[in-house]
C-alpha cells in the first residue's frame, strides 16, 4: 500500500547549525506535502507545506523541497534554536486525499 | 479564537465501559478526520468525514463509531475501550481533501 519512509528517525544538532529531515513516498499521485511539528503532549501544528507543482517553498528559517521524480522531499531548517525542539513529521495525500504520515523524526537543539 | 476544540482534554474510563470524545470546529471545513497517536509514534487515521459522508479505514476496530450530527461537530465513541486504546484521539478539519489540515488539541484517554 501507498507509505511514507521518513529518515532520520533522530537528530541531535548543536544550536546555530542546520537540520535536515528526509522523507520518500510511494503514490505518484502524491500532490500535497505538509510538513507538522508536534511538541510534547501538544497538537500537531503546520510548519510549511509543498504543492507539487513547486519545487521549493521558503518561510524563514525553514524550507522544503520537492523532487517530484524521485518521490522525496526534505525539511530544512537553518540556524536551529532550543525552541525548534520537538517531533517532525512528513506527510503527503493519498488518492482520495488522505494524509500518509511518516514515521517522524525527534529534533533535538543542544544550547 | 481556537478553530477546532476537543472535549473533554483528558478522559479516564474503565475497561469495557463506553466513551464519547467530541469535536467541534468554527471553520466550517467539510471535512473532519479522527485520528489515534500512540507515544512516540505518527498519527494513524481511523475516519473521516466529508460533509456527511463517511469513510472508516480498513483496520480501524469495529470497537471505534462515529458520528456527525451536524457541520460543526464530530463524536468518536469507543463502546468497549481496552487497554490497548488508551491513546492520544486527534479530531482535525480541513476545508477540503489535499488542502491543510487544522488539529485540535486533542483528548488523551487513559483506559483502567
Known amino acids: 500500500g501507498e507509505n511514507v519512509e521518513q529518515h532520520p528517525s533522530t537528530l541531535s544538532v548543536q544550536e546555530g547549525d542546520s537540520a535536515v529531515i528526509k522523507c520518500t513516498y510511494s503514490d505518484s499521485a502524491s500532490n500535497y506535502f505538509p510538513w507538522y511539528k508536534q511538541e510534547l503532549g501538544k497538537r500537531p501544528q503546520l510548519i510549511i507545506d509543498i504543492r507539487s507543482n513547486v519545487g521549493e517553498k521558503k518561510d524563514q528559517r525553514i524550507a522544503v523541497t520537492l523532487n517530484k521524480t524521485a518521490k522525496h522531499f526534505s525539511l530544512h531548517i537553518t540556524e536551529t534554536q532550543p525552541e525548534d525542539s520537538a517531533v517532525y513529521f512528513c506527510?503527503?495525500?493519498?488518492?482520495?486525499?488522505?494524509?500518509?504520515f511518516g514515521q517522524g523524526t525527534e529534533l533535538s537543539v543542544k544550547p | 479564537d481556537a478553530m477546532v476544540i476537543q472535549n473533554p482534554r483528558y478522559q479516564v474510563t474503565q475497561f469495557g465501559k463506553p466513551v464519547t470524545l467530541s469535536c467541534s470546529q468554527t471553520l466550517n471545513h467539510n471535512v473532519m478526520y479522527w485520528y489515534q497517536q500512540k507515544s512516540s509514534q505518527a498519527p494513524k487515521l481511523l475516519f473521516h468525514?466529508?460533509?456527511?459522508?463517511?469513510?472508516n479505514e480498513a483496520d480501524t476496530p469495529d470497537n471505534f463509531q462515529s458520528r456527525r450530527p451536524n457541520t460543526s461537530f464530530c463524536f468518536l465513541d469507543i463502546r468497549s475501550p481496552g487497554l490497548g486504546d488508551a491513546a492520544m484521539y486527534l479530531c482535525a478539519t480541513s476545508s477540503n481533501f489535499q488542502e491543510t489540515q487544522y488539529f485540535g488539541p486533542g483528548t488523551r484517554l487513559l483506559v483502567l
Open positions: 506527510a503527503a495525500t493519498i488518492q482520495g486525499g488522505k494524509l500518509i
Open positions: 468525514y466529508y460533509d456527511k459522508d463517511f469513510n
